[in-house]
Structures are given as structure tokens and as C-alpha cells.
């Protein structure tokens, strides 16, 4: 700085010098008035190519044009400050670059959970702190009925169970609340709301029906089996109790109650089995698949079928496709047919007709059980396979089934990836039809 006004002072002094001696001497004026413009426009033409061209690439061709020392002083500076401008420049740049890429990642992040919860089976809604909807995913839409006109309403609107809208109202929410679903009555659905963020709240909606059904099951189960066992060790109790205190009476003979209590233990027996059975298939993996021939195994089927069902003398007919076997355990295989004609035998009046039949289609191959028995009641045969389940509990204890040959009848073809049919007519007749993949189906290769 002290540089430029020194400068600028001694060339001020120059140029009033050269305009004072060319005042006074005429002759010398013009070429006096001319070096003193060409100084001045040096100098502008020095400030000129300093401010036009700093900004060029090549600017270094410039330089040699500017002389003064002031001049060069300053361009010094302005390219200083210049770099610093561009580094100051490039970071911004990056700045921004590393703002937008943050942005990006935080909206993809967004977008990814939000598309998250969207995929949940479970139903939520984004409330806010007057219960009014401001987002959903698409499990609500088909559990509580949402859709894009129910925005900004109140979720005590959409599900106007008197339940839920008192728990809605609440401040605190502990614990979840559960209410028929507003798109079904058949689904029971249990739900919570949570407040979270900025006042906000968020419903929790599950479908716990298929849980309540089998808690149901599982109660049942229990219930059954103990009635089922009490029963029969009641009966066993009751004798051992009569011979201990020797109240038998002399007309009943020591050797008709030991048949009753030798029965009763049978029929225990058979259901400890029958649930060691069912255990085991719930629990074990498979064993190896061996070739079953199915014809033959049918055949023996029928010949102790002819056998169970002595003086009732069923018609047991066997309509068998031979040159087929079935991968699968010869044990498991041997229980499924053993169930299914035995309940055939035992439900069927005496003299009916009981059909085998085992055929091979494109899809896969088929046994069915055909008989002309007492049949089963529509409400009925979607429960039929559970365990310990009676259509008719007298007419099943004195027939003498354990109640679990169809559940591991239905467990056996699980196991195999196949599936039980069930068609039945109250006081016609009924046929149990067994469907096998058709990959365990192969041509006898003897």
C-alpha cells in the first residue's frame, strides 16, 4: 500500500511538473501535454489488462505489459487472493456434493424403511396427537379397511368398535386391546398404540386368530385326552377297589371283570400309543424313503380287514393299479391304511361295503377308503382330524377308537407333502381320499 501512494505521489508530481514547464513554454507545451497523456493512459492501461484478463488461463502473457511497480504489486495480491477464492470455491463444491449425497443416502433410507413397514404382516398407523391418521402400510388396508379418503381422519372413525374407541381416548395405553377386525368378523385382531416422536402416535395391529384357534385346540386337546383316560382307569379303579374289599358278588365271575379291565387297559394303551405316534411324526425328521408296492401292501390290508371285521362280514373289495411304488416309510404307509379301514370297519354297519382303491394320475397317485357307514355331518369334517375330536362321543368309545387315527393319518401325508380329502353324506356313506406328490410315485422296476 505504501508502495502505490509513493508511486502514484512522485508520478502526480511528475505530471504537474511536465504541465507547468509546458504552460510556460509555448514551444514545448504540446510534447509536454502528449508524455504526460501517455503516462496517464500507461497507467489505465496497466489497470485495464489487470482487471480484463485476471481472469484468463494464459494471463501470464499479460504480465510483462504491466511495469510499475505499484501495478505488479497488485496483480500480486489479486492472484494470491484469487487461489484462495478458487480453493475457497472447490470446497464449497465439495461441501455441497458431501449435502447432497447425505440427503440422497437419508431420503433412500427413508424410503427403505418406510417400504419396510409397508411389507409388515402386521397392520400400523401413524397417528398424530388428536388420533388423526397421517400414514398407514398396506396390511392396514386389508385388516382395518384404510384408504387414501380415510387421510386425516380420526382412527376412532375407521374402526367404530366401542372397545377401541375407549382405548383410543386414553392417555396411557399399557396394554394391547383385541376386537373383531371392521373388514371380517372372523378375524380377532389385537392392538396397541404407542406414542413416539413429537407427540405422535403409531397403532400395532396383529392378527392373532389363527393363535386364539389353536390355544382353542390346545385346550381342547387337554380336556379330551384327560376324559379319555380318566374314563377307562375310572372303570380299572372301580374293580380293583370291588376285589380289594372283596364286594364282588358271586354271580359275576373273577374272569368277565378281569376281560373288562383287561379292555379298559387296552384302550389306554391304544391312545399312549396313538400320542407317542403323533409325537414322534410332530418331532422326528423323516427316516429314509424306502420302495413300498402298494398293491401288495393293500392286498394284506384287505385279508386283515376280512379279519377285523369278523361277524360283521363287510364286503371289503381292493381295486388296486399294480406296477407302482411309493417312496416313503413302510411304517408310516402301513398306519395311514390301518387308520383309515379300520374307522371304515368300526363305522360301517354290519354287511356294508368298504372299498380300497389305489390308482396313478398325471398330477400324482390316490388311495381312498370308500364305505356305506353311518357318514359325517358337514360342520364336522373340518374338525374331524383333530385330535381327541367326535362326531359322536358314545357311539366312538363303544366302537372302541382312540379318537387320534385320523390326526396321524393327516400328520403321515404332511410329512410326505400330500393331503387328506374328506366327502361325506350323514347316513350314506363317507370316502377319505389320500393324495400323494407325484415325484414319490414310481414304476415297479422289478
Known amino acids: 500500500m505504501r508502495l502505490w501512494i509513493t508511486e502514484c505521489f512522485f508520478v502526480a508530481i511528475g505530471l504537474f511538473v511536465l504541465i507547468v514547464l509546458g504552460y510556460v513554454s509555448g514551444v514545448l507545451s504540446v510534447f509536454l501535454y502528449a508524455v504526460a497523456g501517455l503516462a496517464a493512459c500507461a497507467y489505465l492501461a496497466q489497470l485495464f489488462l489487470i482487471t480484463r484478463f485476471f481472469d484468463l488461463d494464459h494471463q501470464s502473457r499479460f504480465e510483462r505489459l504491466i ?52 411389507a409388515l404382516p402386521d397392520s400400523l398407523v401413524a397417528l398424530d396427537q388428536n388420533n388423526r391418521i397421517e400414514w398407514w402400510n398396506l396390511a392396514a388396508e386389508n385388516t382395518l379397511g384404510l384408504s387414501s379418503s380415510d387421510e386425516g381422519k380420526r382412527i376412532e372413525v375407521i374402526i367404530g368398535v366401542e372397545q377401541f374407541q375407549k382405548y383410543a381416548s386414553r392417555t396411557l395405553m399399557e396394554d394391547p386391546i383385541e376386537f373383531s377386525s371392521p373388514t371380517s368378523t372372523d378375524v380377532l385382531l389385537s392392538a396397541q398404540i404407542t406414542p413416539f416422536g413429537n407427540r405422535q402416535r403409531l397403532l400395532h395391529a396383529r392378527d392373532i386368530t389363527r393363535v386364539r384357534q389353536l ?51 387296552t384302550r389306554i394303551k391304544g391312545i399312549v400309543e396313538d400320542m407317542l405316534t403323533l409325537s414322534r411324526l410332530e418331532q422326528e425328521p423323516g427316516p429314509d424313503a424306502q420302495a413300498v408296492d402298494m398293491a401288495q401292501l393293500l392286498d394284506g390290508a384287505r385279508q386283515e380287514a376280512e379279519i377285523l371285521s369278523g361277524e360283521k362280514r363287510h364286503e371289503i373289495t381292493l381295486q388296486a393299479e399294480s406296477g407302482y411304488v411309493l ?32 390308482r396313478v394320475e398325471r398330477e400324482g397317485a390316490f388311495f381312498s377308503v370308500t364305505d356305506t357307514g353311518i357318514g359325517i355331518e358337514p360342520e364336522h369334517i373340518s374338525r374331524i382330524t383333530e385330535r381327541f375330536y367326535r362326531v359322536d362321543v358314545a357311539r366312538s368309545r363303544d366302537s372302541g377308537g382312540t379318537g387320534l387315527g385320523l390326526a396321524i393319518v393327516k400328520h403321515v401325508l404332511v410329512r410326505m407333502g400330500g393331503d387328506l380329502s374328506i366327502t361325506s353324506k350323514s347316513g350314506i356313506g363317507s370316502t377319505f381320499t389320500c393324495f400323494f406328490p407325484i415325484d414319490l410315485v414310481h414304476r415297479d422296476a422289478a
Open 215 to 265: 390355544e382353542k385346540v390346545r385346550q381342547d386337546f387337554v380336556a379330551n385326552a384327560s376324559h379319555e383316560l380318566r374314563t377307562p382307569l375310572t372303570v380299572v379303579h372301580g374293580y380293583l377297589e370291588s376285589l380289594m374289599d372283596n364286594k364282588i358278588d358271586e354271580a359275576t365271575p373273577l374272569p368277565s371283570l378281569l376281560n373288562r379291565m383287561y379292555q379298559q387297559t
Open 67 to 118: 511495469f510499475s511497480p505499484s501495478a505488479r504489486h497488485l496483480l500480486k495480491r489479486l492472484q494470491t487472493s484469487r487461489t484462495s477464492i478458487d480453493r475457497l470455491e472447490v470446497r464449497i463444491e465439495e461441501l455441497e456434493i458431501q449435502a447432497k449425497t447425505r440427503k440422497e443416502k437419508m431420503v433412500s433410507a427413508a424410503r427403505g424403511f418406510r417400504d419396510s413397514l409397508s
Open 327 to 358: 417312496q416313503s416309510n413302510p411304517e408310516d404307509i402301513r398306519s395311514l391304511i390301518s387308520n383309515l379301514t379300520s374307522n371304515a370297519i368300526r363305522y360301517t354297519a354290519p354287511q356294508g361295503k368298504i372299498v380300497l382303491n389305489w
